[in-house]
C-alpha cells in the first residue's frame, strides 16, 4: 500500500525559532499534498494544499508567511514554521494524494511541535 | 458551505458488541464522495470505509459497513464485533471540489471506546 513519511515524529524548539517538518510519498509519486493542523481532542483543519512546482494554496486564516510550504518534487513537500511561538505548538499532520484517484488521500503519521 | 456533523462525541460500548457511530452531512452535490476515518492513540490516520455516493449499495469492508441514506444525507458506520482495537477517534469526512482541488471536509469526530 501507499506509505507518507513525516519527519521529524517530535521537535521541540525555542520561541523565535523555525522547524521544517518534511512529507515524503515513499512508493508513489503526489501531485497533490496536503498539511492539517490537529490541536488537542479535535478534528483536522486543512492549512494548505500544495501541488508539485507550484505555490502552496492557503486556507482561510492560515498566514502564508509563517507556515511556508514548498513542494519541490513529486515525493517532498515541506511545512516551515518561520519565528515559531508556544501558540504554534500543535500536531501538525500531512496528506498525499493518491495519483490514481482524485478522491483517496494518505496519510503521514504526523509531527508533534512544542515551542518553548 | 458543505459542513459534516457529527453528534456523539463519545461513545462506549463493551467488547463484541455492535455500535453505530452517526455522521450528517450538508451539500448541493450530486456526486460526492464520503468516507470514515479512524485516528487511534498513535493518531495515525486510517481510512476505514468510502462510499460513492452515486452507488446505492452500502460499502462494507470486514466488520465495518456503512447506512449512506443519500436523501436524509446521512452516513452512519457499523462495527460488529467490536474489538479492543477499535477503540480510537472515528471522524466522518466528505469530499469536495474547492477551485482545482478535492479537499476533505471534516467532522469533529467520535471517540470510541470498547471496554473489555
Known amino acids: 500500500g501507499a506509505v507518507v513519511s513525516q519527519h521529524p515524529s517530535r521537535v521541540i524548539c525555542k520561541s523565535g525559532t523555525s522547524v521544517k517538518i518534511e512529507c515524503r510519498s515513499l512508493d508513489f509519486q503526489a501531485t497533490t499534498m496536503f498539511w492539517y493542523r490537529q490541536f488537542p481532542k479535535q478534528s483536522l483543519m486543512l492549512m494548505a494544499t500544495?501541488?508539485?512546482?507550484?505555490?502552496?494554496?492557503?486556507e482561510q486564516g492560515v498566514e502564508k508567511d509563517k507556515f511556508l510550504i514548498n513542494h519541490a518534487s513529486l515525493t517532498l513537500s515541506t511545512l516551515t514554521v518561520t519565528s515559531a511561538h508556544p501558540e504554534d505548538s500543535s500536531f501538525y499532520i500531512c496528506s498525499a494524494r493518491d495519483p490514481g484517484t482524485f478522491y483517496e488521500q494518505y496519510f503521514g503519521p504526523g509531527t508533534r511541535l512544542t515551542v518553548t | 458551505a458543505q459542513t459534516v456533523t457529527q453528534s456523539q462525541p463519545e461513545m462506549s460500548v463493551q467488547e463484541a458488541e455492535t455500535v453505530t457511530l452517526s455522521c450528517t452531512y450538508d451539500?448541493?452535490?450530486?456526486?460526492?464522495?464520503l468516507f470514515w476515518y479512524k485516528q487511534p492513540p498513535s493518531r495515525q490516520m486510517i481510512l476505514v470505509i468510502r462510499q460513492e455516493a452515486y452507488k446505492q449499495q452500502n460499502a462494507t469492508e470486514n466488520r465495518f459497513s456503512v447506512n449512506f441514506q443519500k436523501a436524509a444525507k446521512s452516513f452512519s458506520l457499523k462495527i460488529s464485533d467490536s474489538q479492543l482495537g477499535d477503540t480510537a477517534m472515528y471522524f466522518c469526512?466528505?469530499?469536495?471540489?474547492?477551485?482545482?482541488?478535492?479537499?476533505?471536509?471534516w467532522g469533529a469526530g467520535t471517540k470510541l471506546i470498547i471496554k473489555p
Open positions: 451539500t448541493s452535490e450530486s456526486n460526492y464522495y
Open positions: 469526512a466528505f469530499m469536495t471540489k474547492v477551485d482545482s482541488n478535492y479537499q476533505l471536509i
Open positions: 500544495s501541488n508539485e512546482g507550484s505555490k502552496a494554496t492557503y
